[in-house]
């Protein structure tokens, strides 16, 4: 008995109705069509239908996030983080041992400009940074664009206060919120 395989390219398995194996007959029947998505069946094209550019240069990942705020896709069958296969398919590959640090200081972005591959200490160590010398509950937001972050954590929950150009004016909205009661936990 000749085995006849699924007349979908690429696929070898064993062909069971009209012409299809078992998976893409049933894709076919529930959904309509063979394949699962409308995405471009090239990569890299489905990747950068993923990205949003800012006026930052920050290119953001719209495609699903973690609990942690990192871009991920299906590649393969697999999970990738969509930053390092930005970094990986655009600059090259990111050595053992070492970790992407998102220069911008944005998870979601996906811009190689804005990633650097680090060692885990030298990426805590800039996170550490970014609250350095500033008043209580500001922040920088990035660093190319100056501007500052009002916000207080209260039972788990982060509650922004707003964006300001300088932290003295981050700080006094801070205060002027939580000195209210306004915020109090």
Known sequence: M???KCSVQGCQKDRRAKS?????????WKYGRITLSNAPENVLDRF????????S???????????????????????VMAHRYSYESLVGVIP???????????????????????TNRE???RAKARFRNLPTGVYLSKPSSGRYVAAK??????????????????????????MGGLLNG
């Open 2 to 4: 000749i085995e006849m």
């Open 48 to 55: 950068y239908s993923r990205i949003d550019r800012d006026s």
């Open 123 to 125: 990426n805590c160590s």
């Open 96 to 118: 053992t041992g070492l970790q992407i640090d998102h220069l911008c200081f944005n998870k979601s972005c996906v811009n190689p400009k804005h990633l650097e591959p680090v």
């Open 153 to 178: 954590q209260v039972n788990g929950h982060t509650y922004y206060i707003g964006t300001f150009g300088t932290p003295e004016d981050a700080s006094i909205a801070y205060q002027t919120l939580t």
């Open 57 to 79: 240069g920050c290119w953001l990942w719209l495609g699903p996030k973690n609990t942690k705020g990192y871009g991920h896709f299906l590649l393969d069958g697999k999970m």
């Open 20 to 28: 299809y194996c078992h998976t893409h007959y049933v894709r076919q």
